[in-house]
């Protein structure tokens, strides 16, 4: 029942930079910690970026230096800002919190080159 409302995809050249928006109910915004994931075809969902109720962040090493995680709570917003994309960052990005078990469509990414 805790959806999570992903956006910002698109199609992009490598070297290029997008910035996805994810939307909850601020209930569960304001105090769980919040991550996107990716899916590349072909390929299991793996853990990109999280983001802590205190405001503390993490990330995966193929994206550390290059994506920034960042949250906004009067908005109930998390973005992920990427930068310096490539060809293997193409796939299709969801959030979450990492609690949970119901994923949502999420909002695709394709990195040309």
């Known amino acids: 029942q805790v959806q999570f409302v992903e956006s910002g995809g698109g199609l992009v050249q490598a070297g290029g930079s997008l910035r996805l928006s994810c939307v909850t109910s601020?209930?569960?915004?304001?105090?769980?910690?919040i991550g996107w994931y990716r899916q590349a075809p072909g390929k299991k969902r793996e853990s990109v970026a999280f983001i802590f109720s205190g405001g503390g962040t993490s990330y995966e090493p193929s994206v550390k230096g290059r994506f920034i995680i960042s949250r906004d709570n009067d908005k109930s917003t998390v973005y992920l800002q990427m930068n310096s994309l490539t060809v293997e960052d193409t796939a299709v990005y969801y959030c979450n919190s990492p609690s949970n078990n119901n994923w949502g469509q999420g909002t695709q990414v394709t990195v040309s080159s």
């Open positions: 601020g209930s569960i915004f304001s105090t769980n910690t």
